[in-house]
């Protein structure tokens, strides 16, 4: 698999960004995807995940502000970024392994090249 991430960009705090994960090269309904970010001289944190159906899981820091969606016929999942902080700002990578989501990045088999989101007036 495959995975382009897009969609980043520069906003200011309490805009909205939309990114996107298209994949690639297999059956893309057969994985979870996750979403991760990392800031400067910060580790790589979880940020949200889609199982194969579309159940999904967030990180307490972003519950009730992002949401992550997935459209199979497109091999493509979504992270709608609203109300977005300064402390959103980093870069984010989306990632697919086969069958459940995971919280935790080393188990994810599959990953994209990172799309840098920075949230400042």
């Known amino acids: 698999v495959q995975l382009q991430a897009s969609g980043g960009g520069l906003v200011q705090p309490g805009g909205s960004l939309r990114l996107s994960c298209e994949a690639s090269?297999?059956?893309?309904?057969?994985?979870?995807v996750g979403w991760f970010r990392q800031a400067p001289g910060k580790e790589r944190e979880f940020v949200a995940a889609?199982?194969?159906?579309?159940?999904?899981s967030y990180a307490d820091s972003v519950k009730g502000r992002f949401t992550m969606s997935r459209d199979n016929a497109k091999n493509t999942v979504y992270l709608q970024m609203n109300s977005l902080k300064p402390e959103d700002t980093a870069v984010y990578h989306c990632?697919?392994?086969?069958?459940?989501?995971?919280?935790?990045?080393?188990?994810?088999?599959?990953w994209g090249q990172g799309t840098l989101v920075t949230v400042s007036s």
């Open positions: 990632a697919a392994r086969p069958y459940a989501i995971s919280y935790h990045s080393y188990d994810y088999d599959y």
């Open positions: 090269g297999r059956t893309f309904s057969s994985y979870a």
């Open positions: 889609i199982t194969r159906t579309g159940g999904t």
